[in-house]
T-cell receptor, first 110, second 116 residues
Framework: GIQVEQSPPDLILQEGANSTLRCNFS?????LQWFHQNPWGQLINLFY???GTKQNGRLSATTVATERYSLLYISSSQTTDSGVYFC????????????FGKGTRLHILP | EAQVTQNPRYLITVTGKKLTVTCSQN?????MSWYRQDPGLGLRQIYY???????DKGDVPEGYKVSRKEKRNFPLILESPSPNQTSLYFC???????????????FGPGTRLLVL
């Protein structure tokens, strides 16, 4: 089945810094989403982005489907950005099973 | 308010004692699924359902059962829980299967299960 790898696994930054999180996937996808899990465990959808670029405030995401990767950018980090960021994909061959990466744990220091 | 609810939120039980974790959504979603989250492993799909009476195995279905008798409910059943099923469980739903359209997954708040 499709493999999803996220990097880095952990990231510690000072408040105000910028960061880039990466998601590589091993097969063609027709769905890619980024999620944020806050320190209380709540999972929130950030972007649906199987290709192209989207922006939402300080966050933006780019997926290059032909090269099988996606990037999540966080600018001017705030402590509320702390948590775990997950990439999740659905293979072109299976439109009903969602595969998550293992996540990037982000800790923003005040 | 559109939401996915799970109950209970926390559960401590003993090996072999059957339990059910309920999941309900009020958005008339067709697609529902269960995940477990374990440290270092991310979220792994246990079972999913494309619609009423249609369920299928995810990546880690062993030791679990599900049913989808009504569109809004998708309970997760552990017939004989074991300590390796200690985990954080999430239920999620979307209007249709996520791969068929621009579908956002809505997650429940999670159920933390400890099996002694």
């Amino acid at each position: 089945g499709i493999q999803v790898e996220q990097s880095p696994p952990d990231l510690i930054l000072q408040e105000g810094a910028n960061s880039t999180l990466r998601c590589n996937f091993s097969d063609s996808v027709n769905n890619l989403q980024w999620f944020h899990q806050n320190p209380w465990g709540q999972l929130i959808n950030l972007f649906y982005i199987p290709s192209g670029t989207k922006q939402n405030g300080r966050l933006s995401a780019t997926t290059v489907a032909t090269e099988r990767y996606s990037l999540l950018y966080i600018s001017s980090s705030q402590t509320t950005d702390s948590g775990v960021y997950f990439c999740a994909v659905i293979s072109m061959n299976r439109d009903d099973k969602i595969i998550f990466g293992k996540g990037t744990r982000l800790h923003i220091l005040p | 308010e559109a939401q996915v609810t799970q109950n209970p939120r926390y559960l401590i039980t003993v090996t072999g004692k059957k339990l059910t974790v309920t999941c309900s959504q009020n958005m008339n979603h067709e697609y529902m699924s269960w995940y477990r989250q374990d440290p270092g492993l991310g979220l792994r799909q246990i079972y999913y359902s494309m619609n009423v009476e249609v369920t299928d195995k995810g990546d880690v279905p062993e030791g679990y059962k599900v049913s989808r008798k009504e569109k809004r409910n998708f309970p997760l059943i552990l017939e004989s829980p074991s300590p390796n099923q200690t985990s954080l469980y999430f239920c999620a739903s979307s209007l249709r299967a996520p791969g068929r359209a621009q579908e956002t997954q809505y997650f429940g708040p999670g159920t933390r299960l400890l099996v002694l």
